[in-house]
Every structure is written in structure tokens, then in C-alpha cells.
């Protein structure tokens, strides 16, 4: 029933002598939703930067779908199926949006020229469809810089849903959003299951994350230092978990 | 009238229309100013004539600008390759292939040095190509110790200068036809192609371009490069006007190669841009010179116009930026 889509193993991550990973075992099955947790700096987001391929790892194997791959860069792993929706990064602020759903894979010609046809067509069919744009004051022809945070949320969603990706990466998702348009995030990231679709996903927030995520990988300083499905621990025991690791860290620091 | 003003081509399109009502006003002051001058051929003939050297270059700088860099060694870089031109074509008894493809490989091998340094070394675009605006200009000089070169004798009357600079029905210098068809490639590319598009998204925000999987030091690299290929072709134009290469050649082109550019509406912060403003600017900034002194202005005024021009351009898209946003 539980098929394995992601699998690392002995992950390590060093930027010259600084250790950021160490060691680190997951694995994430089709149609789940995980959430990292864990302090600044646990290395969350070095973690799924090694997934997208924006970094490298220092060393250690990682299995998609099953098999053994080497990710160099974003879009080789955007390639196998692996979609990141960073909160700020996402997309370009002063392009459009027929532009910014297809930036980095271009529907081109022989040479090279865009098919904007195609492109602004296919845009079109992801802000109705998948994201359930309806206002006028949204085309695609309209720039980045005019929508709120949960719109650019929707657009980065639903730029991973039309290609299809089986592993949605996401950093911080609601960072930064109203009440409301958190809500719409969350209930995307659980339509996500009912897809078969995976994701991952770093927030700050337990309750946001208690709601939507089906396991909790817990991170300190580079390790994975606890591993809960959803019905083997409370919310009050994960926050729990998480101020103690807090304290244990200052302890530490003094000591 | 409110209609057009809101229609969608004039909100997307408000800097190319500033620009083109700012050169219309220029032009009418000039006709107005100078009717003697400018109803008469020649003038046109003689802006048609020395606009492409620059305005070539400022076609292809639009590139590296909205990426967000800058190149301040373009002039050298014609130098350079401006005297191997020179060299090469002597050399071999007017061999225009070999002379055409070494000087502008070289070229585009200066801007490849360009990209390198500012991608995989780190230096800031600004530091980087000062650095190699002394370079280049530095091996001229011990190159040519000084002297000039005259092509007169292998390159007047040859085919190649005839499609380099000869004049269409005895009117229309062919550097201008030139400029023309470049300036409309350069804009398609800049729209409408991959690399185009990958220029607005670098230079809009580096960080998301890579996440989106572009891949950022290669476009940049390719912006400097073609930078190269286009200041070297400029010289080989210049050098078919002149029939002479002079190792000061290129210099005096960087302000008035940038200026087209950001009087144009290019933004110097990255990410936003336009060709057509770009030649519109190429025809303010290089009519200037004529067009004040034939309007009876000592030509001390130049310099103060340019600046005048400048600064009211450049305000204006500041403001239209603001209210954007």
C-alpha cells in the first residue's frame, strides 16, 4: 500500500568546514505529507535544497522513486518531478505571469523562440483551472508585483499541479500570509494527497503544520533527532517536544 | 481620448511612448529651431551615417543592463578588436573571412573573460569591466605603439566595404540599413526568446531564476559575450567609414552608449527594458551634437543639453515606476 517515492540516505552536507548535515535518513512514501521541523539552523532548508538540487550533497545516496539518482541541478529535478514553492522565491516580481509559470522551461520553437501563443493559452488554463483565479483583475498578462502573498502561493501551486510533479517541496508556505489565504494553502497541500501527490514541507508554525502534515521529521543541528506518524503523537506533545529540544539546545550552549 | 489612455497597449507601453513623444519634441524644436538644416537630405544622411557605431552597441548593452550588470569595456574591447581587424586584413591582402572571424572571436573572448569574472570569480560587473576597460585599451597601445593603421589600400571599393558602409541608391548608408535589421533582431530576441526571456528573469531576481531553474551564471556569461561580438562588429563598421584604424578607437563611446541606453528606459536596477526605447534613445542622444549647433547654439552646449536630456528622461520613468508600484 505504502510505495516509497524518496528515500536519502546518509546524507551529509558541509560548506567548507561547517557541518550542516549530518547523516540524514528519510524517506517519503506516494501520497504523503511530511513536515520538517526544527530550530534556525537545524538545516531544514539545506535539507530540501539538497532535494531540489540547488545544492549538492557532500556525500550520501538519494532514491527516487526507487532508483538511485544524482540531482546537479533544478532542473534535473524538476525534470524527474520534484517541484519547490518557495514562499519569497518563487516567482519574478516584474514579469508577467505568462511568463513566470514557464521561466526555466519554455514551450520554445527549433530555435529557440517562445510560443507565446501556447505559453499565455496554457497560463490561462492554470489561474482558471488549477487555481481558480476568476477575478478580472488577474490575467496573464498582469505581473507578479500586484498580488498578494496567497495569490503567488496559488500561482507556484498551481505551476507544480500543471506539470504534473510528484514531490511538492514546500518552504515556509504560509509565511507571511492573512488568516484566509492561509487556509486556502493548507487545504491545498492536503488536496495534494488525494492526488497520490507528495509533499514536504518546513513551518514554522506546529499548528499549521500538525494540521496538514501526516508524519513529523524533527531536525537539530543537522540530525534527525525524532520521526512521528500523526496518530502516534498529540499536538501538545509535539510542541512539547519541540521546547524541549529548545531548552536542551540552550542548556547546552551554557553549558 | 480616456479610452486610449487606459487601453492596455499604452499601460504597458508608457516608456516607449515617453520616449518617442521626447524625441518628436526634440526633432520639432531642431525643424522649427533649424528649417534651413532640416529640410534638407544631408543632415539625416549624416546621422544615418554615424548613429549605427554606437547604436549598435547600445542594442546589444541593453542586454547586459537588464540583467542588472553593467559593462564599461565595451570601448576598449572595440579598440582591440578594431586593430586586429586592422592588422589581419593588411596582413593577408584584404582576406575579409579571416580578419571578419578572428577579430570578432576575440571579441566575444573578451566578453567571455567579462562573464567569467563577474560569475565565477565574483567581482561586481562595475569593478570587473573597468578592470578590463584598462586591459585592452592597455594592449592596444603596446600593440600599436602609437601608430594607426590605413586599410585604405585593401579595403576601398571591395565588396565587403560596399555591404559594410556603402550607400543604398546613393543615399542610405548600408551601416544604417544594418542597424535597422539588428535593432529588430536584438528586439525579438530580447521579447520573445528563450535567452531574451531568461535576461528579464536574472536581472528581475536572481535568486528565484535559479530556483525556477535557469541557469544564471550562463546567461549572464552570454550577455557579456554578445556584448563582444556587437562592440567588435561596431569597430569593423567604424573602420570601413574611416578607412583607418587609430588606437583611440572606441573611446568617448561609453557615455553616449550608455546614455542612449538609459534615456531609452532601460532600468539600471535589472529585470525591465526595451529595445525600440533603446534606438529611440540612439536617435536623441546622437542627434544632439548637429542638431544644437544647428540650431545656432555654440557647441558648449552639447555636453549641458546631454545632461539636461539625460536627467529629464531618466526622472520621468522614475516617476511612471513609482506610480506603479
Known amino acids: 500500500m505504502t510505495e516509497e517515492l524518496l528515500r536519502l540516505e546518509n546524507i551529509f552536507k558541509n560548506f567548507g568546514a561547517v557541518k550542516v548535515l549530518k547523516d540524514i535518513n528519510i524517506k517519503i512514501n506516494k501520497g504523503e505529507v511530511v513536515a520538517l521541523i526544527g530550530d534556525n539552523g537545524a538545516g531544514k532548508s539545506t535539507l530540501i535544497k539538497v532535494i531540489t538540487g540547488v545544492h549538492r550533497p557532500t556525500s550520501g545516496k538519494v532514491f527516487f522513486n526507487k532508483n538511485e539518482v544524482n540531482i546537479k541541478s533544478v532542473a ?38 517562445l510560443d507565446i501563443k501556447k505559453q499565455r493559452k496554457e497560463a490561462e488554463k492554470i489561474l482558471r483551472d488549477y487555481i481558480g483565479f476568476t477575478s478580472k483583475a488577474i490575467t496573464v498578462d498582469s505581473t507578479v508585483m500586484g498580488l498578494s502573498g496567497g ?11 500543471y506539470f504534473n510533479s510528484d514531490l511538492i517541496v514546500l518552504d515556509e508556505p504560509t509565511m507571511g500570509l492573512s488568516i484566509q489565504e492561509t487556509e486556502k494553502v493548507l487545504n491545498f497541500v492536503k488536496g495534494l494527497k488525494q492526488e497520490n501527490k507528495s509533499a514536504i514541507f518546513i513551518d514554522h508554525n506546529i499548528i499549521h503544520v500538525y494540521g496538514a502534515a501526516d508524519r513529523f521529521i524533527i531536525l537539530d543541528r543537522g540530525e ?31 553549558a | 481620448m480616456n479610452n486610449i489612455l487606459n487601453s492596455y497597449f499604452v499601460k504597458t507601453h508608457k516608456l516607449e511612448i515617453s520616449i518617442t513623444i521626447i524625441a518628436i519634441a526634440l526633432f520639432l524644436i531642431y525643424f522649427l529651431g533649424a528649417p534651413h ?29 537588464t540583467l542588472g550588470e553593467i559593462d564599461l569595456s565595451f570601448p576598449s574591447i572595440v579598440g582591440i578588436t578594431s586593430l586586429t581587424f586592422g592588422m589581419l586584413l593588411t596582413a593577408t591582402d584584404g582576406n575579409f573571412f579571416i ?72 543615399k542610405i548608408p548600408a551601416q544604417f540599413i544594418w542597424f535597422i535589421v539588428l535593432t529588430a533582431l536584438m528586439q525579438w530576441v530580447y521579447r520573445y526568446h528563450k535567452f531574451g526571456n531568461h535576461i528579464h528573469f536574472v536581472g528581475d531576481n536572481k535568486a528565484s531564476s535559479q530556483m525556477m531553474g535557469i541557469n544564471v551564471d550562463n546567461v ?62 540612439v536617435l536623441i542622444i546622437g542627434s544632439l551634437e548637429s542638431g544644437i549647433v544647428a540650431l545656432g547654439l555654440s557647441g558648449f552646449y552639447v555636453k549641458f543639453i546631454n545632461g539636461l536630456m539625460i536627467t529629464v528622461a531618466v526622472s520621468i520613468y522614475a516617476i511612471i515606476q513609482r506610480k506603479k508600484t
Open chain 2, 99 to 170: 580578419a571578419f572571424l578572428l577579430a570578432t572571436s576575440l571579441g566575444m573572448f573578451a566578453g567571455l573573460i567579462n562573464g567569467l569574472l563577474v560569475t565565477k570569480i565574483g567581482i561586481p560587473s562595475i569593478v570587473a569591466t573597468i578592470g578590463t576597460l584598462f586591459f585592452w585599451r592597455g594592449l592596444v597601445n603596446v600593440i600599436s605603439q602609437g601608430s594607426g593603421i590605413a586599410i585604405v589600400d585593401v579595403a576601398d571599393g571591395t565588396w565587403h566595404h560596399t555591404l559594410f558602409v556603402e550607400k543604398l541608391f546613393g
Open chain 1, 76 to 113: 534535473e529535478s524538476r525534470k524527474m518531478g520534484i517541484e519547490a514553492v518557495y514562499q519569497e522565491r518563487a516567482l519574478c516580481d516584474q514579469q508577467e505571469l505568462w511568463r513566470n509559470i514557464f521561466a526555466g522551461r519554455e514551450i520554445t520553437n527549433a530555435f529557440g523562440f
Open chain 2, 220 to 281: 549572464k556569461i552570454i550577455a557579456f559575450v554578445q556584448l563582444g561580438f556587437f562592440s567588435a562588429l561596431a569597430g569593423i563598421f567604424t573602420m570601413y567609414e574611416m578607412l583607418y584604424f587609430w588606437p583611440t578607437q572606441g573611446e568617448g563611446l561609453m557615455l553616449t552608449t550608455l546614455a542612449a541606453v538609459f534615456v531609452g528606459g532601460t532600468s539600471v536596477f535589472g529585470g525591465r527594458g526595451t529595445i525600440f526605447g533603446t534606438f529611440i534613445g
Open chain 1, 151 to 161: 495569490e503567488k502561493q496559488g500561482v507556484a501551486f498551481g505551476r507544480s499541479l
Open chain 1, 224 to 254: 534527525v533527532v525524532g520521526e512521528f506518524k500523526k496518530d502516534e503523537i498529540s499536538r501538545e506533545e509535539l510542541v512539547q517536544k519541540m521546547i524541549q529540544l529548545h531548552e536542551s539546545g540552550k542548556i547546552k550552549v551554557e
Open chain 2, 37 to 65: 538644416v532640416f529640410t534638407r537630405f544631408p543632415i539625416y544622411r549624416a546621422f544615418m551615417q554615424s548613429m549605427p557605431f554606437f547604436g549598435i552597441i547600445a542594442i546589444s548593452a541593453t542586454f547586459v543592463v
